[in-house]
């Protein structure tokens, strides 16, 4: 096993190396860049409890190409706060077709406290769990995704618990 831990750090280092040596200088670059960066401003505006000003840079940074599942669950999370419930769950589900996995954290997210006694929640879990047991069955070893995924989870909660 830890041969296989090492085998994947020096894969995704050299991943990130080649990545560095080859990134285009295309419009799709730029796109991709800005998206970044509406995100980041978006993180930054949720931080200053700023949620209508992070919505609109999560819906920037999408609508520039953001293609990960953290703008629409950031920008579900902003939504509920702001009571409303009908935008957040359909961020949620925005998220989940993008590839959001984790059902622990939507469980434990206080940001998303509001939306657990509405009825709709079960059906949004269930989605959510259906495509992470389709993900982990396409992979040839899911127990190593799962451990990477702990491991992110893990240090996440540590950064919070720095920033806080």
Request: charged share 30%; with cysteine; net charge positive.
């Amino acid at each position: 096993m830890n041969v296989r831990r090492w085998m994947l750090g020096v894969a995704l280092l050299a991943g990130a190396c080649i990545a560095q040596t080859t990134q285009p200088t295309s419009d799709a670059a730029n796109r991709k860049a800005a998206a970044r960066a509406f995100f980041s401003r978006g993180v930054a505006a949720y931080s200053e409890k700023n949620y209508t000003k992070a919505i609109e840079l999560y819906d920037q940074a999408i609508e520039r190409g953001l293609l990960s599942p953290e703008g629409p669950y950031n920008k579900a999370c902003c939504e509920a706060l702001l009571g409303k419930p009908d935008a957040s769950f359909a961020s949620l589900a925005q998220a989940i077709e993008r590839g959001w996995r984790n059902i622990e954290h939507m469980n434990s997210d206080d940001d998303l406290k509001s939306l657990r006694e509405d009825p709709r929640w079960v059906t949004l879990l269930k989605s959510c769990e259906e495509a992470a047991g389709k993900y982990f069955r396409s992979l040839k070893e899911p127990e190593l995704a799962r451990e990477l995924l702990r491991r992110r989870d893990e240090d996440q909660k540590m950064r919070r618990e720095i920033e806080a």
